[in-house]
């Protein structure tokens, strides 16, 4: 009968195992202890920087906020005295006493200008208002009296004629301005013999006869 060696598990020694979990203890708690102290000195970090920050800019704040330094005090200047203007008279001379003072000239005489305002020319006289009477006015009983400004030129010649006062009618009126600019002729204005231009007031009656 031949016996065969059969390999058998032979069970470590208990002191073996217990150094197995003991290690595997102290790397769990290595492993904690590490994690715990990253996690602190984060927390550390930030809580330093944090307020380091916070009151290096609420210290810059003050700083820029501070208020301005007062403006002196203002000093008004002295008051300044006027002083009179002093006068030195000199003492009279015995020629400046007896002196007699000089005859004026005397002033020239103020000449006044000669004028003459422009007046009707008999050789042309001018057309009465029965002449330029419209038509319609007579037949609608349209009458009164118009006072027309006139422009008369150095030759004589109406080169403006305003209304001056209306007779009521404006028909009346304007038949009166153009007949004063077309065909009215006066003796010109003159200032010391030399004709000017001059205006002068003309008035102009329509009245209907019966």
Not at 58 to 78: C, T, V, Y
Not at 84 to 104: M, N, Y
Request: glycine share 4%; net charge positive.
């Amino acid at each position: 009968m031949e016996l065969s060696s059969v390999p058998r598990y032979i069970p470590p020694p208990p002191n073996h195992r217990r150094l197995l979990v003991l290690a595997a203890v102290v790397a769990l708690q290595v492993f904690i202890v590490a994690l715990v102290q990253s996690g602190l000195a984060k927390m550390m970090v930030d809580r330093i920087n944090g307020p380091m920050e916070t009151r290096l800019i609420e210290e810059l704040k003050e700083i820029k906020e501070a208020p301005p330094p007062p403006p002196p005090a203002f000093k008004a200047p002295p008051p300044v005295f006027v002083a009179s203007d002093l006068v030195i008279a000199e003492a009279p001379t015995e020629a400046a006493i007896t002196s007699t003072a000089r005859p004026q000239a005397a002033a020239p005489p103020v000449v006044k200008d000669v004028i003459n305002p422009p007046r009707g020319n008999p050789r042309r006289p001018n057309t009465g208002a029965d002449e330029i009477y419209p038509t319609m006015s007579k037949r609608l009983g349209e009458a009164g009296s118009v006072i027309l400004l006139l422009t008369v030129n150095e030759e004589g010649r109406v080169t403006a004629a305003d209304i001056k006062e209306t007779s009521g009618f404006q028909r009346l009126d304007e038949a009166a301005q153009k007949e004063a600019v077309r065909s009215w002729r006066f003796l010109a204005g003159t200032i010391n013999g030399k004709p000017t231009a001059m205006q002068m007031q003309l008035k102009v009656t329509f009245k209907i006869s019966k």
